[in-house]
């Protein structure tokens, strides 16, 4: 899903059938119900949510709603949303500025997100 969006690949409304053309699964369908373990189910919520929503915010609401294994969920969703432009970056910088910062803490993963996205340039 990143990639999708890293290198700009369509629209948001176009992931799932951009997956589709290389990953076989169920990638246009909607998904429903509870989340389980099942990283196939994972995915599909994911993409899903990300094709819904236009914000973070609503994003990380649409995840959390899901229930079942939504931090998985959430994790791969927010990641995506945060390459896509049409998705508002609209989550409180607290969410940020509170995170732990121990040695793989906050600014571990400021750092790394800089040195990857230097990678995709």
């Known amino acids: 899903m990143t990639h999708y969006f890293i290198y700009r690949l369509g629209p948001k409304s176009d992931l799932g ?7 076989p699964g169920p990638w246009t369908r909607p998904w429903r119900g509870k989340v389980g373990a099942k990283g196939l189910e994972s995915v599909h ?3 899903n949510s990300v094709m819904a929503c236009n914000s973070m915010s609503d994003l990380l609401r ?6 079942g294994d939504v931090d998985t ?28 910062n121990g040695p793989f803490g906050r600014d571990f993963l400021i750092d790394l997100d800089k040195r990857l996205m230097e990678k995709a340039a």
């Open 17 to 23: 059938t951009y997956l589709a053309s290389h990953i």
């Open 45 to 47: 919520a994911a993409v």
């Open 62 to 67: 649409e995840c959390v709603a899901l229930t």
């Open 73 to 100: 969920v959430a994790a791969m969703a927010l990641a995506a949303g945060a390459c896509s432009e049409e998705v508002a970056q609209d989550l409180p910088l607290r969410l940020i500025s509170d995170l732990e």
